[in-house]
């Protein structure tokens, strides 16, 4: 995504703080596309290049219940695509009901989707709400100015205002988002979701997502620790 006028670009990542970087970045109008900038090459070279990452067993957890248990109308084209494939592979003798509504589908399941045929196609060919970051984003590609983290995401906005150079209305905008950042529930799910699924799973998961763990400074089994 491109904001022109404050010369920024940033890699959205579904449930990394995406949505209100969003309303940030355009706060009147639509978002715009790296792609639809005939000087994309000269923007990646001298715009400030920013994302903003997550936990990877948070990240997938609150994908999960974002798609799969709090699902919005918009979300039925990925919910019929990933959730039927789901249910048919994972859930023997699954009602004709079930794969019309997918209104049921678990978080066991969804981990196995992942760990056996959702991860099959490699990094490139998985589903962007949990794919992997640094793939995405070509993070071994392009020198980003800026790595925030969704954990610290307060304190990161603020370090990300000073980095960037933003003043005036823009810095004003970025740090008032300050007063209405409120914890994740998800972080303190994590255990009773993940003690659903087998512990090769989460073995599984850690390899599948290695470069993100590595990269972004987080460690493996992180927040799972007890579970193994």
Same mark, same amino acid.
């Given at each position: ?99 019309? =509504?997918?209104? @049921?589908?678990?978080? +066991? ?8 045929? #959702?991860? !099959? ?78 512990? =090769?799973?989460? @073995?599984?998961?850690? +390899? ?8 972004? #400074?987080? !460690? ?9």
């Amino acid at each position: 995504m491109v904001n022109d006028s404050s010369k920024l670009l940033y890699c959205l990542r579904p449930k990394c703080a995406s949505r209100r970087m969003r309303q940030l970045m355009f706060p009147r109008s639509g978002q715009k596309s790296l792609a639809k900038f005939s000087q994309k090459h000269l923007m990646v070279e001298t715009y400030f290049k920013f994302t903003f990452v997550r936990e990877p067993f948070e990240h997938l957890l609150s994908a999960y219940k974002d798609k799969f248990v709090y699902t919005r109308s918009f979300d039925r084209k990925l919910l019929e695509l990933h959730g039927r494939e789901i249910l048919k592979n994972f859930r023997p003798n699954a009602t004709q009901r079930a794969l019309e =509504e997918l209104n @049921d589908i678990t978080f +066991r399941e969804f981990i196995e989707y992942l760990v056996t045929k #959702g991860s !099959n196609s490699g990094p490139q060919g998985m589903d962007r709400h949990w794919d992997i970051h640094v793939y995405s984003c070509c993070m071994c590609d392009v020198k980003y100015d800026f790595i925030g983290h969704y954990e610290t995401l307060e304190q990161d906005l603020a370090d990300f205002i000073t980095a960037a150079g933003l003043s005036g209305k823009d810095a004003k905008r970025y740090a008032a988002v300050k007063m209405k950042i409120s914890p994740s529930g998800t972080a303190s799910q994590l255990l009773e979701y993940y003690s659903q699924v087998p512990l =090769e799973w989460i @073995d599984t998961l850690g +390899r599948i997502y290695k470069a993100n763990f590595q990269m972004f #400074g987080y !460690n493996f089994p992180g927040p799972l620790k007890s579970l193994l």
